[in-house]
Every structure is written in structure tokens, then in C-alpha cells.
């Protein structure tokens, strides 16, 4: 590893050592907070951060807050686990809800069942919606936080559905509905396709929708089994494929998921399956009348739940700890998470955050916006085990070598599976 | 000139002229999509009216200024650091006798295949076990020692004829003298051209940058671009085409006023 | 002391800085890849230990591998002749009479001062299927788009058109120093003889060219090993590796999945390239000599 572990246990040490002599003088109680975040959705979302963080400053002066934005959601766990092993400070940090276990085996993070204290502190960490918690709750502890979390929406062009004669208020509820809906919506000279679902970046995501809405989860809870060959799943890949190839509503090969909405917004597909989290960048720029629905079934409902969780890094004083549970009470507590949801589209963590004045009042103007949390009901989590790069890789690289047609679904999953199964055993 | 020669000059110009067409069309897609709002950045409408408000955008979105400082800290420190330190050495292999010369030498010239790009898992920790990360000393200490450096400006040094050093030790001049008074100012088209080549190399550089910063603190343009126009975060071609141009100013500017001394110096340090 | 020995030390003295930072970051870290590459992957609850050459075994097992080493082998094959023929082509047109030739080398030799990076994000809007500039103009003439980089079979040429254009300009200046130095009564010898332009080209020029195709080849090889910052932007090395460069691999494997020994096990593969690269050009370079 990058530093030898006796060597990192003596600057650990020593820091701690450092740590406790010189917090004596520091009396004024003045605390720095280090955070790292990631942002994968279009919009102006460092902005929103840096205001609520100042807002947060503003209320308690003591803490100060380094919020540092890092990238995409590897990026950003990349850095902050760098920082870590060099020694830099980082007492919490956004990070991909499922980078739970990766975080617990390189022992950087704390359960938040270590930190809260009082009734009123437990109280808090019930209070958000149960779907959003699943990723984060691991042998019965709490390590992460919902902060920026979504499900996968189905944004669709409603003057393209009524230039086709189609209903723009009836999006399509089911896979069959999908398909002849996108057949009619797409035009023979590939100028507007039916439908498109991004595989790159978050491919294994898409695919947890698909794989749910054909009835099966692709992962164990306790993180040490995948169940990528499962007979649904080859199913579920199998009709992504066909979307393309069969059907022909999509176009083929890999769909890239940073330039989709751009595509979307030309119009160049009348359905896209995206975050929530780009719901407002969408609404800003699109010219035309567009709409926000749950994604449409197969044997059930449903969409994993995605985005970041607030972590609390283990290398930390008790007085950080403290003004780091202070930091995310604040940008989790109902009001901030409803102007974040306003802003970006991602979801109100809480119900209380749907029932301020704010939220209300938007959803009633702009009714989208509570598609990804009425749709939470048919959540399931997020992909996410042991050794979780690695294997997650595995599934995406099975994904898009089907989608490019360089596999067929049923061998590229099944040899996946082998993999990850090669790679979690130690685990078991 | 006769008729097929004539011919074969027209189609020559013709391909050149398209040739470089292709090679700026990047270039200037970057212009037209920074100076047109978003909306026509993918729709080449000649009636689209100009704005600069993606500039303002850019600049609002991140902290250019910060990245601008950074890039530029960095790329004088190393170009300082590479000039004194191969300098230097340079001189020790040109006008020295040494035992083991020829081998250090050798050894030298290993950093020209094996470059710090390829080393950095090792570096990284290297870095780490120094305290260094996330440091713009760290970004830039893998290249201070520049074989290319060394190896350009020693056979520079060799061409000195040695009665100039003769004559300027008649005068006084200690051996440090001697290489400062005598075989720096001759050599002043190398250390120009090493100079051009060296912080255009590292104004651009990238992946070690990328994995050795952290923070906004040290983050060199490059990398602050790379996050700014990530994919993930939905690709707007108009502010990274301005957030690029920002970012790619200072050089480019710098090369089309002085294009001649750019080219001829790259030319000088390609010959040697 | 005796002056010879004064020079000594003095010699020593002068390339100890300079020494220092070359052996910790290039002498030290070589080694110290091929040691760690035979321990295995520490984490926090299981330290590293010795593991010999299980790395290498895992490493031939490996089907990623494989790919990603003939990735970087058509892209070394893709990107080498292509961007040196070009360059030497413009550096001939540049230094003939054609009108503008101040533009057209400026043309050519603006990629060079644009960072990779940067520009990746300009050619993703060139290779976006449907709205981006390939698909407009192919649509200009009737043809249908393509998925360019979502596409197994185009993505990784996409990528070597890309990075042709990106290196043929600094090649170029090399040729163009070379043909500067090569007086022009050559030419003119050489016409009053009746050799035609193509003649002349094959039978003079090029072979004076050789030592600067020499030097260049060097360079497109290395290039064509460090070279991926692009794919940071375009395409993270997919769809399913299919656009993955050594390199690449080996960041993925230090920095996204924390494998420092399966990533070390990678670079000494790497270096080993190099290596056997280095060897071939001192060959060659000795048989030029000879030949001479």
C-alpha cells in the first residue's frame, strides 16, 4: 500500500498526539472542516453547495468549512481516500452511497451510531425516508447520510408524443408500452429515436432498474454475493439489447450518459431514463413541453436508489466529530433539503422536507418534482459490495459488451458472475 | 512551370489548405461555441447573436484565477528548478572528468524512455511517504531533474571551444564563474528553446497532476478543467468551450505573437 | 589534492542535485515496482504479504489485460506511421512555395499548444452521435450517423484520428528543422539529372531524413504509451475496455481500486516495453552508424 501500515500507525500517532497538545491553546474552540463532494448532474450545483456552507458558517462561527468539489462520484472518493493516506485532513465527505463497504474495509469511516448521543440525535437518524437508508445501513450501523440522492426518472418530449397522436399525459407504464410507443416515436431517418438509456458512467445503475422491474435485485444485503446470472437478469439485458437491435427505438452501441440530456434536449430522443438530479437543468433549458414519469415496468415496478451519502471519517478529533454531525444536520435538515431539491432536482431526504412551505409549493407548480419520491416505494438499493470497483466494472463492462453487440447476454453475465464471485469468496 | 506541374502545385495548396482546415476546425468550433449561447452550440446558425456570458459563467462556476496562479507557480518553479539543476549537471558531463561519468550519464539518459508518467504508482507513494501530496512542489519535483535538460544543454556546452574558458580563467573566473560568465550566455538559444518547449509541456500536463492534487488550492488548469468539463456533470460545450479558450489564452496567445521564436525553438530542440 | 582530483569531486558535486531527484523518482520507483509487484494487495484488515509471481499468474489470466495490451498495440500501430507520414508530408509542403505557408504551418502546429485534455472535450462534441459536427456534416450529404465512441469497432480508430491530429504538428517541426538543413542545391543537382519529384523524394530526401524519422519514431512510441489523458474525458476506456490503454489500466488499478501491487505488476509489464524498446533503438542506431 502506499504508506507501510506500522508507519501509518505511528503518524497516526504521532498526529494524535500533535492533535491533543496543541488543541489546549486552540480554546476559541475553532474548528476546520474539510469536506469532499461530487457532482454527476448538469447544472450549477457547486454554487448551491457553497451557499448552504456558507449559510452554515454564518450560523456558527466557530466551524470552518472546506468544501472541496472533486469530480464525479469516483473522483471524489479517489481523493478523499488519497488524502486520508497522506495524511491530509478530511473529516467527512459526500460520497457514492455505495462505497460503503469499499470505505469500511479501508477502515476510514465511522458509524454514525458512534456519534450521535441524545434522543433527539437518534430521533434524527430515523427520520429519513427508509429507501434512501439502504445503502448506508450495514450490520445493523448507520455510515451514511442521505444528502444528494435520486432514482431514475423517465424525462419524455410531450410535443413529440402529440406529433404522433400519442396521449402526452400517458407515458408508458410497462416495457410493452415503451416499445410501441418508441416505435412510433421514432423516425426512420434516425433523426429522433424512441427511446434512450445512458451506459456509460452509471450503466450497472440503468441496469438495477431493469433488472427490478424484471423482478430481481442484482446484489446480497450483506454485500458478499451478486447475483448477475440470475435467469431475470439475463432477461432484463437481454431486453436492453433488444431495444436496439430487435426493436429498433434505440440506437445501437453504448448511449453516453454526459451528453444524453444535450440529446435530449435537441431532440434528438423523444425518452430518456436519467437521475433526478438533472430535473432542474433540464427544465431551465428545454424549448419544449416535457415530462417527468416513474420508469415504466415489467413484472413490478421500480429504480435503485442513487447518489451521495455524507461520511464521517474515522481520523478524527471528538470536537470535529461534533461539528462535523453539526454540518450535516444542517444540509440534511428539512428546509436546506428541500431548496436542494429546488435547485437540482434531486429528492427531499425526509418526508419533513416535502412538508415545508417551499416544496409544497413547488411540487404543486411543477408536479415532476416529486416523481423520484413517490417512485422511492419500488426502490431497491444500489449495487454495492465488497470490493465494490472492481465488481461493479465487471457489470458494466458485461453491459457494454452486450450493447455493442461483442457478447451475448446470457455468457457475458455468466462470466461476470464467475469474476466477481472469484473476487468476493474471501469475503464470504 | 508547365501544365502538370501547375496542376500538381494547385491540388498540393488545395490539400494543404484543407489539411489545415481540419487541423484548427477544433479550435474554431471552441470560438463559435464560447461566443454563442448555449442553445446554438450545437446549430451552426450564421445569424446567432454573439454574447460572452458563457465567459462569465465559466468564471463563475470555478475558480479559474486560482488555477491560473497554480499553473502559473508551477510552471516557473519547475522551469527554475530544471535550468539551475541542469544546468548543473550539464556541466559536470560537458567540461568534468569523473570516474563513473559515462555510467551516470547512461543513467541520465534512462529518464528519457522511462518518463515519470509512467511511474506513477511509485511516485505517488513516494510523495505520500513526504508529506508532499497535494503539494505544488509535489506536482512538479518528478520533472525538475530533466534529462532532456541535461542532455540538450550538455551538448550545447560541448561545442563551447575551451580556449573561451581558458581566457576567462586567465581573468579570475572560478569554475562556477566560468559557467556563468562563459557557457550560459552562449548557450542562449537552448535555454530559450528548452524553456518554450518545457513550460509548454507542463502548462498542459495532466494525469500526474490529476492523481498528485487534491485541492482547488494547487490544482493546475488542466486538472480544474477536466473536472469543470466533466461528462458526468452534463456536457455544456458552450462554457467549456469558453472555459477552454481561458484556459488555453496565455499560450496561445503567447505563440501566435511569437510563432517564429516558437517554432524555430522547438526545431532547436529537436535537432541536437 | 591533486587538480584532477579538485575536477573530480567538483564534477560530482555539480551533478549530485540534479542525481538526487533522478534516482527518487526514477531509479528508486523502477525498482521498487518490480519488489511490489510481488506482494500482495494490503488493506486494512489483511496486511501485504510475499506472494512471488502470483501477480504475473494473475496478470496472464487476466483477459482485461490482454485487451488493453492489443488496445495499445493497434494504437501504437495506428497512431505511429499515420502521424509521422503526415507530418513529414505538411513539413514538406510548408517548406515549399504554396501560398500561405505561415498560416498553414501555424494550422498545423496550434494542436501541439492545446492541452489534451481541453481539446478531448471539443472532439467529444465532433464524435457525439446524432448532434455532433461528424454526424451534422454526414448528414449534410445524406449519410446516416454513427455511435462513434459507443461503438466497439470505431471507437478506439476515433480515438487514433484524434490523437493523429494531436502529435503530426510537433513532428512536423522536427522534418521542417531537417529540410532546412538541407541545401537546396541538392535539389537542383539532382533535377538537372532528371529525377523526378517523387524521385527525388525517395532517393534523397528521404534517406537524409532518416536520423530525424529516427528520432520522431522514438517519440510516437513513448507517446503512444503515455498518452491518455483523453481518455479521462471521452470515454473512461470503454464500452468494455474497448478503448483502454496500458496506462490507463494501470491508474485504474492503483487509484480506483487501491490495487498498488496488481498496479505495479502492470507498470513493470510497462516497463519492460520500454526496455526492449530502448534495446531495439540502440540496434538500430548501430546499424545506421555502421552503415554509414
Redesign the interface.
Known amino acids: ?3 507501510g ?1 506500522r ?1 501509518a500507525a505511528r503518524a497516526a500517532a504521532v498526529a494524535a498526539l500533535c492533535g491533543s497538545v496543541m488543541s489546549v491553546p486552540a480554546m476559541a474552540k475553532d474548528v476546520e472542516l474539510t469536506m ?1 463532494y461530487p ?9 448551491v453547495i457553497d451557499d448552504m456552507v456558507g449559510e452554515f458558517q454564518k450560523e456558527n462561527p466557530g466551524v470552518k468549512v ?1 468544501a ?5 462520484y ?2 471524489t472518493r ?2 478523499a ?3 486520508l ?4 485532513a478530511a473529516q467527512l465527505s459526500v460520497l457514492f452511497s455505495i462505497d460503503a463497504y469499499e470505505l469500511m ?3 476510514a469511516i465511522l458509524p454514525f451510531d458512534d456519534v450521535v448521543e441524545t434522543d433527539e440525535d437518534k430521533a434524527w437518524l430515523a427520520s429519513f425516508y427508509p429507501g434512501l437508508m439502504e445503502n448506508g445501513v450495514i450490520d445493523g450501523k448507520t455510515w451514511g447520510i442521505p444528502f444528494q440522492r435520486s432514482t431514475i426518472v423517465m424525462y419524455y418530449n410531450k410535443d413529440a408524443f402529440r406529433e404522433v397522436g400519442l396521449d402526452p399525459e400517458r407515458p408508458p407504464q410497462n416495457w410493452d408500452e415503451m416499445v410501441e410507443m418508441g416505435k412510433k416515436l421514432t423516425k426512420p431517418d ?2 429522433r429515436w424512441g427511446v434512450m438509456i445512458p ?3 452509471y450503466a450497472y445503475w440503468m441496469f438495477g432498474a431493469l433488472a427490478k422491474q424484471n423482478g430481481e435485485v442484482l446484489m446480497s444485503r450483506d454485500g458478499k454475493q451478486v447475483y448477475y446470472s440470475n435467469p431475470g437478469v439475463v432477461e432484463a439485458l437481454q431486453f436492453w439489447r433488444d431495444l436496439a437491435v430487435t426493436h429498433k427505438v434505440m ?9 444524453l ?3 435530449f434536449l ?1 431532440g ?1 430522443t423523444a425518452m430518456m431514463w436519467h437521475s433526478t438530479g ?1 430535473l432542474t ?1 433540464v427544465k431551465n ?1 428545454a ?1 419544449f413541453d416535457f415530462g417527468v414519469a416513474m420508469l415504466p415496468g415489467n413484472k413490478e415496478p421500480g429504480s435503485p436508489t442513487g447518489g451521495g451519502n455524507f461520511y464521517i471519517f474515522k481520523n478524527t478529533t471528538p470536537e470535529e466529530r461534533k461539528a462535523a454531525m453539526q454540518l450535516i444536520k444542517f444540509m440534511t435538515a428539512p428546509e436546506r433539503a428541500a431548496k436542494w431539491s429546488i435547485e437540482t432536482g434531486y429528492m427531499g431526504v425526509s418526508p419533513a422536507s416535502y412538508e415545508t412551505e417551499a416544496l409544497k409549493a413547488y411540487v404543486k407548480e411543477f408536479p415532476p418534482a416529486a416523481v423520484a419520491r413517490d417512485q422511492l416505494q419500488f426502490a431497491t438499493a444500489e449495487l454495492s459490495t465488497y ?1 465494490t ?2 465488481v461493479r466494472k465487471l457489470l ?3 453491459i ?2 452486450v ?2 453487440g ?1 457478447k451475448q447476454p446470457k455468457a457475458a453475465l455468466e462470466e461476470a458472475q464467475a469474476q466477481a464471485d472469484r473476487l468476493l469468496r474471501s469475503y464470504r | 512551370m508547365n501544365a502538370s506541374e501547375r496542376f500538381f502545385r494547385a491540388v498540393e495548396t488545395t490539400g494543404a489548405w484543407l489539411l489545415a482546415l481540419l487541423w484548427i476546425a477544433p479550435l474554431l468550433y471552441a470560438f463559435w461555441a464560447a461566443f454563442h449561447p448555449s442553445e446554438y452550440a450545437v446549430r451552426f446558425v450564421l445569424t446567432a447573436p454573439l454574447t460572452l456570458d458563457n465567459f462569465v459563467r465559466a468564471w463563475d462556476f470555478a475558480p479559474f484565477a486560482r488555477y491560473f496562479l497554480n499553473t502559473f507557480i508551477l510552471v516557473t518553479s519547475i522551469l527554475a528548478a530544471q535550468l539551475v539543476l541542469c544546468t548543473l549537471a550539464a556541466y559536470a558531463f560537458a567540461r568534468f572528468e569523473f570516474p563513473g561519468r559515462e555510467i551516470a550519464f547512461l543513467l541520465v539518459l534512462v529518464q528519457l524512455m522511462i518518463v515519470p508518467e509512467i511511474l506513477i504508482v511509485e511516485n505517488y507513494g513516494t510523495m505520500a511517504r513526504l508529506g508532499l501530496v497535494d503539494s505544488i512542489l509535489g506536482i512538479g519535483l518528478p520533472y525538475m531533474a530533466s534529462a532532456f535538460a541535461i542532455f540538450l544543454l550538455r551538448q550545447t556546452f560541448k561545442t563551447i571551444p575551451r580556449e573561451l574558458e581558458e581566457a576567462a580563467r586567465i581573468e579570475g573566473c572560478g569554475r562556477l564563474g566560468v559557467l556563468w560568465r562563459v557557457y550560459v550566455p552562449l548557450s542562449k538559444p537552448t535555454y530559450v528553446a528548452f524553456g518554450l518547449v518545457s513550460v509548454s509541456h507542463h502548462w498542459n500536463n495532466f494525469l500526474w497532476p490529476l492523481i498528485i492534487t487534491n485541492s482547488v488550492e494547487t490544482r493546475p488548469l488542466t486538472v480544474g478543467l477536466a473536472i469543470f468539463g466533466a461528462p458526468e456533470s452534463g456536457v455544456d460545450w458552450s462554457m467549456i468551450s469558453a472555459g477552454t479558450l481561458m484556459a488555453v489564452a496565455p499560450l496561445l496567445l503567447a505563440f501566435l505573437i511569437f510563432q517564429r521564436q516558437f517554432v524555430q525553438s522547438f526545431m532547436h530542440a529537436g535537432l541536437k | 589534492m591533486t587538480s584532477s582530483r579538485l575536477n573530480q569531486v567538483y564534477g560530482w558535486l555539480l551533478l549530485l542535485p540534479a542525481a538526487v531527484l533522478l534516482v527518487a523518482f526514477t531509479h528508486y520507483p523502477t525498482i521498487r515496482t518490480l519488489v511490489d509487484s510481488t506482494f500482495s494487495k494490503s488493506t486494512a484488515t489483511r496486511p501485504a504479504r510475499f506472494v512471488g509471481l502470483d501477480n504475473y499468474a494473475m496478470l496472464l489470466d487476466d483477459p482485461v489485460f490482454w485487451q488493453v495490451a492489443v488496445n495499445n498495440l493497434i494504437f501504437a500501430l495506428g497512431t505511429i506511421p499515420a502521424s509521422i507520414g503526415l507530418a513529414l508530408v505538411m513539413a514538406l509542403w510548408v517548406n515549399g512555395k504554396l501560398a500561405g505557408r505561415g498560416f498553414l504551418r501555424l494550422a498545423y502546429f496550434t494542436p501541439t499548444i492545446l492541452p489534451m485534455v481541453a481539446v478531448a472535450n471539443i472532439w467529444l462534441f465532433f464524435y457525439t452521435p446524432g448532434i455532433g459536427l461528424i454526424d451534422q456534416v454526414l448528414g449534410l450529404f445524406g449519410l446516416p450517423g454513427r455511435n462513434w465512441l459507443g461503438d466497439s469497432a470505431t471507437v478506439l480508430p476515433s480515438l487514433i484520428v484524434m490523437t493523429v491530429w494531436k502529435e503530426a504538428g510537433f513532428f512536423m517541426i522536427f522534418y521542417l528543422a531537417a529540410l532546412q538543413a538541407i541545401p537546396p542545391e541538392l535539389k537542383e543537382a539532382a533535377m538537372l539529372e532528371g529525377a523526378g519529384r517523387f524521385t527525388y523524394l525517395r532517393r534523397v530526401l528521404l534517406p537524409l531524413l532518416m536520423p530525424t524519422t529516427l528520432f520522431v519514431l522514438v517519440n510516437a512510441v513513448l507517446n503512444s504509451f503515455k498518452l491518455v489523458d483523453h481518455l479521462f474525458i471521452l470515454t473512461k476506456g470503454g464500452p468494455n475496455n474497448a478503448s483502454s490503454l496500458l496506462l490507463y489500466y494501470i491508474y485504474e488499478n492503483a487509484f480506483s481500486f487501491f490495487d498498488t501491487p496488481y498496479a505495479a505488476t502492470l507498470t513493470a509489464v510497462l516497463l519492460a516495453v520500454l526496455a526492449l524498446l530502448a534495446a531495439g533503438q540502440f540496434l538500430i542506431l548501430d546499424k545506421r552508424v555502421h552503415y554509414r
Open positions: 500500500m502506499f504508506i501500515l508507519k469532499y457532482i454527476s448532474v448538469g447544472g450549477p450545483l457547486t454554487k472546506n472541496i468539489y472533486a469530480g464525479n469516483d473522483d479517489i481523493k481516500l488519497a488524502a493516506k497522506s495524511g491530509q474495509e479501508q477502515d434516425g433523426s451506459s456509460t458512467g440506437p445501437q452501441g453504448t448511449i453516453e450518459w454526459g451528453t440530456r444535450q440529446n435537441e434528438k438533472n437543468a433549458d424549448s470490493e470497483g472492481r458494466d463492462d458485461a457494454q459488451a450493447l455493442t461483442s
